[in-house]
């Protein structure tokens, strides 16, 4: 056997493997965020505040946690709508949908689904 045969656990078994990303691409997925970098930048900072405040205000700072971390799952909440709502639009026409249809609609899920995963 060759030093790179898979059987070997070599570099070729690295090589030979997709990532994810090659496997969303091959499936019609993005990897996109769910949130703009700006957004999720902003989010960020104002979680840092909440705990920068704990030492001198802890009460306050849980209070703003609690608040931030509700915000952030009513925008996740209201994207999952608006994405259910594009994918009802698509295959929700009535009886006469189409097996593609249906099939689109089930990547588009699951392209949603997965990146919710990866909040």
Same mark, same amino acid.
């Given at each position: 056997?060759?030093?790179?045969?898979?059987?070997?656990? $070599? +570099?070729? !078994?690295?090589?030979?493997?997709?990532?994810?990303?090659?496997?969303?691409? %091959? /499936?019609?997925?993005?990897?996109?965020?769910?949130?703009a970098a700006?957004?999720?930048? $902003? *989010?960020r900072q104002? &979680?840092? !505040?909440?705990?920068?405040?704990? #030492?001198?205000?802890?009460?306050?700072? #849980?209070?703003?946690?609690?608040?931030?971390?509700?915000? *952030?799952?009513? +925008?996740?909440? %209201?994207?999952?709508?608006?994405? %259910?709502? /594009?994918?009802?639009?698509? &295959?929700?026409?009535? !009886?006469? #949908?189409? +097996?593609?249809? *249906?099939?689109?609609?089930?990547?588009?899920?699951?392209?949603?689904? /997965?990146?919710?995963?990866?909040?």
């Amino acid at each position: 056997m060759l030093p790179n045969d898979k059987k070997t656990g $070599g +570099t070729a !078994d690295l090589i030979d493997r997709p990532s994810d990303e090659d496997s969303a691409r %091959r /499936n019609g997925e993005s990897k996109s965020p769910l949130l703009a970098a700006s957004e999720a930048d $902003g *989010l960020r900072q104002r &979680w840092a !505040d909440c705990q920068r405040s704990f #030492v001198d205000e802890p009460r306050d700072s #849980v209070k703003a946690a609690d608040e931030l971390v509700a915000e *952030l799952m009513q +925008t996740l909440a %209201r994207q999952f709508a608006e994405a %259910r709502a /594009n994918l009802e639009q698509q &295959w929700g026409r009535g !009886d006469d #949908v189409s +097996t593609e249809d *249906l099939r689109i609609a089930l990547q588009r899920y699951r392209e949603f689904f /997965n990146r919710l995963l990866e909040v």
